[in-house]
């Protein structure tokens, strides 16, 4: 077939490598989120402190390139734990019955993007699933924009339920949805 482009290849990251390129993951997770290069700046070494939180894993996405192979798409989380800053937001947000349900041992997926140039092939499940595929966990949880989106759909589709609508964290004007999902994923059959 002509005209197709190949799909990304998907693989798991060692922190070491993802520290050393943190700057190309966090230029993809710029362009996915709509943040300013400020915002991106400020990121970096909260993300790099992440790397070293018990049960922390990473998988990439590359593309193929006429050099090789480039980074589109990247994922990263970590257990969660009473003092880390999520964590506590999430605590706050959630009422007391569905934080000793949903909290304890669970797995935060911090980051899952697609450069917006490669978005709408797959790359984005792909990632999810490659990231939290074994975790030692009972659940998995993230936020992300509370609003009608790829990434909404993606997470309500594959499984996830919301655990809190329209939050808002500090230093984002924007409302996020907190939402769960027990582990392993298990695709919603529609």
């Given at each position: 077939m002509t005209g197709t482009t190949p799909a990304a290849r998907v693989t798991e990251l060692p922190a070491g490598w993802l520290r050393?390129?943190?700057?190309?993951?966090?230029?993809?997770?710029g362009a996915a989120m709509g943040y300013d290069a400020s915002v991106v700046a400020g990121r970096?070494?909260?993300?790099?402190?992440?790397?070293?939180?018990?049960?922390?894993?990473?998988?990439g996405g590359f593309a193929p390139t006429p050099d090789g192979e480039q980074l589109v798409g990247f994922g990263y989380g970590y257990l969660v734990a009473p003092g880390q800053w999520w964590h506590d937001q999430v605590r706050a947000a959630l009422d007391r019955r569905t934080a000793?349900?949903?909290l304890p041992g669970a797995f935060?997926?911090?980051?899952?993007?697609?450069?917006?140039?490669?978005?709408?092939?797959?790359l984005g499940r792909r990632l999810l699933h490659a990231l939290v595929e074994g975790v030692d966990a009972p659940a998995a949880l993230l936020s992300t924009p509370d609003a009608d989106t790829k990434a909404f759909r993606l997470y309500h589709a594959d499984g996830f339920v919301d655990l809190a609508r329209g939050h808002h964290f500090p230093g984002d004007a924007r409302p996020f949805a907190i939402l769960g999902a027990r582990l392993p994923l298990q695709p919603v059959r529609r």
């Amino acid at each position: 077939m002509t005209g197709t482009t190949p799909a990304a290849r998907v693989t798991e990251l060692p922190a070491g490598w993802l520290r050393d390129h943190m700057h190309e993951a966090l230029a993809i997770y710029g362009a996915a989120m709509g943040y300013d290069a400020s915002v991106v700046a400020g990121r970096y070494g909260y993300a790099v402190q992440h790397t070293e939180r018990p049960g922390f894993r990473a998988v990439g996405g590359f593309a193929p390139t006429p050099d090789g192979e480039q980074l589109v798409g990247f994922g990263y989380g970590y257990l969660v734990a009473p003092g880390q800053w999520w964590h506590d937001q999430v605590r706050a947000a959630l009422d007391r019955r569905t934080a000793k349900r949903w909290l304890p041992g669970a797995f935060e997926v911090c980051e899952l993007h697609v450069h917006p140039e490669t978005q709408s092939r797959g790359l984005g499940r792909r990632l999810l699933h490659a990231l939290v595929e074994g975790v030692d966990a009972p659940a998995a949880l993230l936020s992300t924009p509370d609003a009608d989106t790829k990434a909404f759909r993606l997470y309500h589709a594959d499984g996830f339920v919301d655990l809190a609508r329209g939050h808002h964290f500090p230093g984002d004007a924007r409302p996020f949805a907190i939402l769960g999902a027990r582990l392993p994923l298990q695709p919603v059959r529609r």
